[in-house]
């Protein structure tokens, strides 16, 4: 089976650079997805990776290492409203299967 | 706006009563899934229809089923609730093309909130 690993929280103040870091043991692995979900609402889609390397969509940024089955997302600027549970998620068996990582408070100090 | 659209938002039920959700889509994906969710838990993955395809995750308990009537439309049916199955039930879509993997993008309904006394 599947297995993924995030910190359950994280804690920093507005202006500065947060990691959330996710490790993973799956077969037939496909690729990382990064969701946010604010308290209440749905998880919205941030950013997706296949391959090694860095993706970067304005303050948000996610690496992956397969080799390492590690990926991590970077905020930055960090901003109140950036408060929120991030949960990544991975495509395995070979593109069949959809599982979300048990996920990361993140909390926005002012 | 394209949207995916879950009613009601709120749904109370008695132990034991079947109850049914309802998801649909203007997306016009052709992959709609449903998700559990408990407080402070990750979303788990009941099952998913690609197309017409039924898929069912191995550790889904059978009082839970889905109907999907035609490309818009899927429903969540629990045929008896137990209080363990309070939670948040969230629909998402995505776009699958034929023979490629699942795809990461998934879009979310509000989500149906379910309590069950």
């Known amino acids: 089976g599947q297995s993924l690993e995030q910190p359950s929280e994280v804690t920093a103040v507005e202006g500065a650079i947060v990691q959330i870091n996710c490790t993973y043991q799956?077969?037939?692995?496909?690729?990382l997805s990064w969701y946010q979900q604010h308290d209440g609402g749905a998880p919205t889609f941030l950013s997706y990776n296949a391959l090694d390397g860095l993706e970067e969509t304005g303050r948000f940024s996610s690496f992956l290492s397969r080799s390492d089955s590690y990926g991590y997302l970077l905020l930055q600027e960090l901003q109140m409203k950036d408060s929120a549970s991030y949960f990544c998620a991975v495509i395995d068996n070979y593109g069949q299967n959809f599982v979300f990582g048990p996920g990361t408070r993140l909390s926005v100090l002012p | 706006d394209a949207m995916v659209i879950q009613n009601p938002r709120y749904q109370v039920t008695q132990f034991g009563k079947p109850v049914t959700l309802s998801c649909s889509q203007t997306?016009?994906?052709?992959?709609m899934y449903w998700y559990q969710q408990k407080s402070s838990q990750a979303p788990k993955l009941l099952f998913h229809y690609y197309d017409k395809d039924f898929n069912n995750e191995a550790d889904t308990p059978d009082n839970f089923q889905s109907r999907r009537p035609n490309t818009s439309f899927c429903f969540l049916d629990i045929r008896s609730p137990g209080l363990g199955d309070a939670a948040m039930y969230l629909c998402a879509t995505s776009i699958r093309t034929s023979g490629g993997p699942l795809n990461n993008e998934q879009f979310f309904g509000p989500g149906t909130r379910l309590t069950v006394l």
């Open positions: 799956t077969s037939g692995f496909y690729g």
């Open positions: 997306l016009n994906h052709n992959v």
